[in-house]
């Protein structure tokens, strides 16, 4: 009863396995390294599982030999001793112990120790440096040198939301692709400093064989240097609450003078962004770009339809500060009220004004007082929250 129980059991795994699902993204490997870091460290994973492989084979191989050779239904005497002599003791320790003191420190001690010092060598010649900031639920970048110094600006996924509710069918870059790529240059050693503003998030690219903890208070720090250009995708690798699996990484791998051009356009556009600041928003135009920041940015705690997720997240129909003054008499900023938990944050919502810029912080206000059944009927100016800053 029991052998039955335990073959249909068996029959059971080997169906799971046989099964097509599970293999959906099944892959041998590690992915194609783009860095000489990612190469190492393949290099290293290689020469470990074949001396894994080697060592397993032969205590396996003579195990078996064992088995088979040494049986008592072939007549095979034990040996019949008590303490062997000291010195064979001896031999039979220090052999072990020179081998695996060679495997261990001379095989696999040297190109570890090598992969360890690449990973930290972190300043030596680096080209240029950009920092990148972790924070419920996406990543920022900024540039900290060289041509492209100056540009700071956020990547949020940019999955439709119908995708990840199964409204729609989902693309082949699901929940892998975002509105603002990181570009790099390909062959420069970039300097990557690490932060987080919240909790601790990790970044993540399997291609370049970096994986780094961006944790809040510190700065920490890795490199890469792309040696290809392309589209290099990762994740957040560290458990970063609810939206964890919806900050991921895509980097773009670009020419030298190709990175030299998206700067001066990225810089132009960043400059533009700015200047209309200044001029007088329609309350159309606000609404329409609120909208679209708001779903970007915070939808994914307040939900689309404003309800948020009470207790956790509270929601912003109804909400007494949303539907509040946001400046006194003397045009100062009331404390608590709707733009300042905005623009500064409070507890568990995040502060947005290192994030967004004063164009988005307005359209999102102006439309969170006139949207999912809220009717101030009042907008903000960019310009009001410029000058808060
Ligand atoms: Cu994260």
Partial sequence: MALKRFKAMGAAIALAFWSKVAYAEFVWNFPKPVTPLAEDTLHVHNKF???????????????????????????YKPANFTGPSTKAQVFWTLVPFALLLYIDFILMGIPAYHSVITMEDTKNNADMVIKVTGMQWRWQYEYMDGD???????????????????????????????????????????????????????????????????????????????????????????LCGKGHGFMPVVVNAVSEDEFKKWAESKKAELAAASAVAEKEWSKEDLMALGKEVYEKNCS????VDGKGVPPAFPPLAGSKIVNGPNFDAEGKLIKD?????????????????????DVEIAAVVTYERNAFGNAMGDLLQPAQVKALR
């Avoid at 944790?215 to 392309?230: K, M, V």
């Avoid at 994914?300 to 939900?303: A, D, E, N, P, S």
């Fill in 49 to 75: 599982m074949l001396i894994c492989m080697v060592i397993f084979l032969v205590v396996l191989g003579i195990m078996i030999y064992s088995i088979i050779h040494h049986r008592k239904d072939k007549g």
């Fill in 148 to 238: 492209a110094k100056g540009i700071k600006f956020v990547s949020n996924l940019k999955t439709p939301q119908e995708q990840i509710y199964n409204q729609a069918e989902k693309g082949p870059d699901y929940l892998l692709e975002v509105d603002n790529p990181v570009v790099l240059p390909v062959g420069k050693k970039v300097r990557i400093l690490l932060t987080s503003n919240d909790v601790i998030h990790t970044w993540w690219v399997p291609q370049f064989g970096v994986a780094r903890d961006a944790i809040p208070g510190f700065l920490r720090e890795t490199w890469a240097r792309i040696d290809e250009p392309g589209t290099y995708k990762g994740q957040c690798k560290e």
């Fill in 300 to 303: 994914v705690c307040h939900q």
């Fill in 337 to 357: 009220s709707h733009l300042d938990r905005v623009f500064n944050g409070f507890r568990v919502m995040p502060a947005w004004k290192g994030v967004l810029n």
